[in-house]
């Protein structure tokens, strides 16, 4: 049996409404302490309005009709026009859906006979440099893993 306390927590913790039930229903019926806090019967119809104590002004209820008549009105062609709207919001979103489910299932993919890298030469010469009609020193520098070659031609000291 679980203690008040515990099942107090385990209330609080988990908000979905069968888990709080099933909680309260195993609880009291086995907790004669939260039981006994329990109000009684007669307690309880106390809280209630009773159909005796109500007194209703005449021409009430046609007014309540009629007020619930117009929110109803309202209420429908707010639906009918919020509708609208959460069509566009799911056609926008399943687009977006779309696009990035594309964009990963092809991300990889490359078409039979096109390259994924540009050839590039099997071998790079570079025999004399000049600047302004000197000769000049030259730094040849290629990244790891590129085919990308970077020359840097300075004058001679």
């Not at 020193?137 to 000291?157: E, L, R, T």
């Amino acid at each position: 049996m679980l203690s008040c306390n515990a099942a107090d927590l385990m209330y609080r913790i988990v908000p979905l409404k069968a888990w709080r039930a099933f909680l309260i229903r195993v609880h009291f019926e086995r907790c004669p302490s939260c039981r006994a806090q329990l109000i009684g019967e007669a307690e309880a119809r106390s809280l209630f309005v009773q159909e005796a104590d109500v007194r209703t002004a005449g021409g009430l209820w046609p007014r309540v009709a009629r007020s619930l008549a117009e929110s109803a009105n309202r209420t429908a062609a707010g639906s009918r026009a919020l509708a609208g709207g959460r069509a566009w919001r799911w056609a926008a979103a399943a687009v977006v859906v779309t696009v990035l489910a594309g964009y990963w299932a092809f991300r990889d993919f490359r078409p039979a006979g096109v390259p994924s890298v540009a050839a590039a030469p099997a071998s790079f010469a570079l025999e004399y440099v000049r600047v302004g009609g000197q000769p000049a020193d030259a730094f040849i520098y290629q990244p790891q893993g590129s085919d990308m070659v970077i020359v840097w031609a300075g004058k001679a000291n």
